[in-house]
């Protein structure tokens, strides 16, 4: 499965948007861009996903590189609510059974 | 639709005992998963189910791991001779495959202890 590279951690206030990278310089071309997220002692959840182009959705937004090397996840206004983990992850459409290979995520605290 | 759901959600069990989990997905999903996240880490995928077929095992699995999904609803995880090293998350997701990119809906997690 394709590498994706996301910082450790990152810090919100809150109401203030925030912007969470991912790089994914060997991206292929059948390969969607998933992003979840993880709530203290909850299970990860589905946040949003796109294939070339922008997505937006009532969570939050996807910006995809022109190359696909890169996407960044837009929260527009962080609360409280959303400090988690988020991952992203690729999956390549075209492999049966589409299983989730996560990578150490990015830790989101949001300050009030 | 209650989501999923995942039973007991806290096992603490004795090196060498076998401990069973319970998975109950989505009604009408075809697809399950089962995965094992420890402390820090993301999850790591351990096995799929289509329907009722078990299609796709990680290595992770040892042959101390068993899992079944009888009639295509509920599934099983177990673990026979309990290590330390299994204690873990283990989480259940399911999936609805319709030709489409299927999103996969977790539940809250078994969290195993193994003294």
């Known amino acids: 499965d394709a590498k994706t590279t996301q910082p450790n951690s990152m810090e919100s206030n809150e109401e203030e948007p925030v912007h969470l990278p991912c790089n994914h310089s060997?991206?292929?071309?059948?390969?969607?861009i998933h992003w979840y997220r993880q709530l203290p002692s909850q299970g990860p959840e589905y946040v949003i996903h796109?294939?070339?182009s922008n997505v937006n959705n009532r969570m939050a937004s996807l910006a995809i590189a022109e190359d696909r090397k890169s996407s960044t996840l837009i929260l527009h206004r962080a609360t409280l609510r959303d400090a988690a983990v988020y991952y992203c992850i690729l999956r390549d459409e075209r492999a049966a059974g589409n299983k989730l290979t996560f990578g150490g995520g990015t830790r989101v605290l949001v300050k009030p | 639709d209650t989501g999923v759901s995942q039973d007991p959600r806290h096992k603490i069990t004795k090196r060498g005992q076998n401990v069973t989990f319970r998975c109950d997905p989505i009604?009408?999903?075809?697809?399950l998963y089962w995965y094992r996240q420890t402390l820090g880490q993301g999850p790591e995928f351990l096995t799929y189910?289509?329907?009722?077929?078990?299609?796709?095992k990680s290595r992770l699995l040892s042959d101390r791991f068993s899992a079944e999904r009888p009639k295509g609803s509920f599934s099983t995880l177990e673990i026979q001779r309990t290590e330390q090293g299994d204690s873990a998350m283990y989480l259940c997701?399911?999936?609805?495959?319709?030709?489409?990119?299927?999103?996969?809906?977790f539940g809250p997690g078994t969290r195993l202890t193994v003294l």
């Open positions: 060997t991206i292929s071309g059948t390969d969607y």
């Open positions: 009604s009408e999903h075809n697809r």
């Open positions: 189910f289509q329907n009722e077929a078990q299609l796709e």
């Open positions: 796109g294939l070339t």
């Open positions: 997701a399911s999936s609805l495959e319709d030709g489409s990119t299927d999103t996969q809906y």
